[in-house]
């Protein structure tokens, strides 16, 4: 067991960041972790930056977690991954998904979106364990892209497994129930799907 | 058995587990979903009421019956009651009555970051200030305890990081057998009747009850030492204990579960024990002026931001910088340069029935003193046509004073369904009375839409999902004394923009209510339909895209003619609420497929 795991997930309201956390959450519970997990959705509907803590640990007090200190970087947006980019502990896991919403300010008042070259290179600036995976054209290729953000946990689930991050064992059998006791039953199979392809997309 | 609860879910479960009988609250973040949640336990009685003061009003009314009772309220929320607060504490009650006030450091979704402990201080009432989520359930069950041992209303102050923050709970037990019945209303006008001769009686009756307090707390089990090293001692509470904690794992600390009145004696022995006395509190030194003021030696704010919520950096900086902790502590940033990125405001959804209004607004010029709600966006550009907005009923009032100060132009206030129950409805009647031309917008848009759908008088709902007699806005506004009040159609541009310009020729008060329902709605969802843009048509004039819509976006098409980007629209995200296609003037977006048959 390690001492403490500090995760932050970064989206846009809608993608799923939150389902995301509580996942995260009750898999640290159920290895055996304290755990917390700590958001701010106030105005997360209308389209704005979401972000979520999430701690695993012996015993865990803070629910935020310190800039410079982020263990696992869990992004659902290129330019949410670069907004939070820098309060990752160097060497951190970083998981990006490789998915552009652009907000207004880039279709109707001319601000720059970075693109994906900027990206990688300024992650590369922080960790080598940067990977970029892209979670909507796998769940389209499974029917539903709205299944992208459980493919990105398939992958996160097995990228923390190779870099024996999670300090206890966690197969993948236990995200998988946590994450089907939070999807209607009529959805339980394309998220086990969407699971499993995210793990299989670890090169 | 343990469970995962945000603290809002854990003050629902105390709240039941407590008995609590009556609960009523107005929504706003981050407290929400305290309400939702307790709506659903059985033997509990739970309503959205149309604003703060009336849900205060509604508690106190249950607690002199005898039956516990809770009022919720985001921070700002409790300025509202304070008049209720401010007499609860006179009269005390019956039973337990805990007032809940979420307090919003970081403003991460208020007008301010009010530290809502002055209140308690203020209206001399007790206040609690849970921790974690364990804490949130355990202390509303101790504050229903404490509200009946001292005849005192008991003031919950949780903040954003308690109330949306997740962490285990020990679950208690269901209260036993059938819930109490009411008992006859006490008629004991001495104690329940504030006319001055029996309010000057009460008024040395809740000072010496405050001592009372102050002494239960020195032995108060929420107010609790963690003895460690000598050479620091931290008084804190609330989820900078948290912090304080894992920044200062061997420093001794007097956790305070109750910020007023405070231990005098407790903290005395604590100060004494150890070299160095520092607070470590969010927002005001709240603790830190009433210990320097019992003559102790203390730093707190010197050391840590007055502005903001903290966070284990920000302490721990803080702490590093005053000499608390040795440089090696400090955590380096990465410190790379990503670049300018695109701000992602929160906007106006695709499909908002808002949005038809505020490109109306914006092409008269006129200024516009604005309200609290989802429509305060259409502040954010290229809408841009909000130019005031203060608190909750602000706007029509607003725009009545600048009107009466001789503000040159027409003015327009515009307010949400939901406001205008909450305070708008007297600002409207002082229109009428005071004879001002001020032009009213109610965007009723059926539900309270930023906190997130809920219920309100409008909605011919209540909260615990009963059918309702929906209050009728345009009827209410008629008899407020408005003759001109026209409803249209909230997508209807032109019909808007007609009324309007009508409006501006009048010389008197004039309401326009938009009506159509949230386009989030679950009801509505189920009418989406995406247009589409006929790029052949289309010549990249670009007007479309000034109503500021996330579902339409620059096309990598280029029009031949102008060199301008075509529009496109993504389908994803487009529900086809045809604004685009009423304003484009070359008719290069199609309506929804239904209509296009019709015409």
């Not at chain 1, 403490?4 to 799923?16: E, K, M, T």
């Not at chain 1, 997990?37 to 865990?60: I, K, L, N, P």
């Amino acid at each position: 067991m390690r001492d403490s795991i500090n995760f932050l997930l970064a989206g846009v309201g809608g993608q799923g960041t939150i389902l995301a956390s509580d996942v995260l959450v009750n898999v640290g519970l159920a290895g055996g972790y304290q755990a917390k997990q700590a958001e701010v959705h106030g105005m997360s509907q209308r389209g704005g930056s979401v972000t979520s803590y999430v701690r695993w640990g012996r015993t865990v007090y803070s629910p935020l977690v310190g800039g410079g200190e982020v263990d696992v970087f869990l992004a659902f947006e290129k330019a949410e991954a670069l907004r939070s980019l820098n309060q990752l502990r160097p060497g951190a896991l970083a998981l990006i998904n490789l998915a552009a919403i652009e907000p207004v300010t880039v279709t109707s008042s001319g601000q720059a979106y970075p693109n994906d070259e900027t990206l990688k290179q300024k992650f590369t600036q922080v960790t080598s364990k940067a990977m970029y995976v892209d979670g909507e054209a796998i769940a389209t290729g499974l029917g539903n892209i709205r299944a992208a953000n459980v493919v990105l946990l398939g992958t996160l689930s097995a990228l923390m497994e190779g870099e024996d991050l999670t300090g206890v064992e966690l197969p993948a059998e236990i995200w998988l129930n946590i994450i089907t006791e939070r999807v209607p039953p009529k959805y339980v199979e394309l998220n086990r799907q969407a699971f499993n392809a995210g793990r299989k997309a670890v090169t | 058995m343990i469970k995962m609860l945000s603290g809002n879910e854990a003050v629902a479960r105390g709240a039941w587990e407590a008995g609590a009988a009556v609960a009523s609250a107005y929504p706003g973040t981050p407290s929400t979903e305290i309400l939702e949640e307790l709506a659903r336990y059985p033997n509990v009685y739970a309503e959205w009421a149309p604003n703060e003061k009336v849900a205060v009003d509604v508690a106190i009314g249950a607690a002199y019956a005898g039956r516990r009772a809770m009022a919720v309220m985001k921070h700002v929320g409790l300025n509202v009651a304070a008049d209720a607060f401010m007499y609860a504490s006179m009269t005390g009650m019956e039973a337990g009555l805990v007032i809940v006030s979420a307090d919003d450091p970081a403003m991460h979704s208020s007008q301010n970051e009010q530290d809502n402990r002055t209140f308690a201080r203020f209206a001399r009432v007790p206040c609690l200030e849970p921790s974690d989520s364990q804490e949130a359930k355990d202390m509303t069950i101790a504050a229903f305890g404490l509200s009946e041992r001292f005849d005192t209303p008991v003031l919950m102050r949780l903040t954003t990081r308690i109330c949306h923050s997740t962490s285990a709970v020990e679950l208690g037990v269901a209260p036993d057998g059938q819930p109490l019945e009411a008992k006859p209303f006490p008629r004991n006008p001495a104690k329940y009747v504030m006319v001055p001769s029996n309010a000057v009686k009460r008024h040395p009756v809740i000072e010496q009850r405050m001592l009372d307090v102050a002494e239960f707390a020195e032995s108060f089990p929420y107010n609790h030492i963690e003895q460690g090293e000598r050479s620091l001692g931290i008084l804190t509470a609330g989820v900078a204990y948290q912090y304080a904690r894992e920044v200062f794992p061997k420093a001794s600390i007097l956790r305070l579960g109750m910020t007023w009145p405070l231990p005098a004696r407790l903290i005395s022995r604590f100060a004494e024990s150890v070299e160095r006395l520092i607070v470590i509190e969010e927002l005001d030194p709240f603790i830190e002026e009433a210990v320097r003021l019992m003559g102790i030696c203390v730093e707190g704010k010197s050391i840590f931001p007055l502005v903001g919520e903290l966070d284990p950096r920000v302490v721990r900086e803080s702490a590093i910088q005053a000499g608390l902790l040795p440089q090696s502590e400090h955590v380096p940033l990465p410190g790379v340069e990503v670049g300018p990125l695109p701000s992602r405001p929160p906007v106006l959804c695709p499909g908002c029935p808002h949005r038809s209004t505020f490109y109306v607004l914006n092409k008269l010029k006129v200024p516009v003193n604005g309200d609290i709600g989802c429509y305060t966006l259409g502040l954010i550009p290229p809408l841009s046509a909000i130019h005031s907005c203060g608190c909750m009923g602000a706007s029509i009032a607003v725009a009545h004073g600048a009107v009466k100060a001789g503000s040159p132009e027409r003015h327009v206030a515009v307010i949400g369904d939901s406001t205008f129950f909450h305070t708008g409805i007297p600002a409207l009647i002082n229109t009428v009375y005071n004879r001002s031309p001020v032009i009213t917008i109610i965007m009723d848009n059926r539900v309270t839409g930023m906190t997130g759908h809920q219920d309100n008088p409008g909605t011919g709902r209540t909260l615990q999902g009963e059918e309702t007699t929906p209050v009728e806005i345009e009827a209410l506004v008629r008899a407020c004394g408005i003759r001109q009040v026209k409803t249209v159609p909230a997508y209807a541009v032109k019909e808007i923009e007609t009324t309007l310009r009508e409006y501006l020729k009048l010389d008197e008060p004039a309401v326009l209510i938009t009506q159509e329902p949230c386009v989030l709605l679950p009801e509505v969802r189920k009418r989406w339909v995406p247009l589409e843009v006929w790029a052949d048509k289309c010549n990249g004039c670009g007007l479309c895209f000034r109503i500021g819509c996330p579902a339409i976006l620059k096309s990598d098409e280029l029009d031949a003619h102008l060199q301008r980007p075509k529009a496109l629209i993504d389908a994803a995200l487009c529900t086809g609420c045809e604004v685009c296609a009423q304003i484009c003037p070359r008719e290069a977006i199609t309506f929804r497929a239904a209509e296009m048959s019709e015409t």
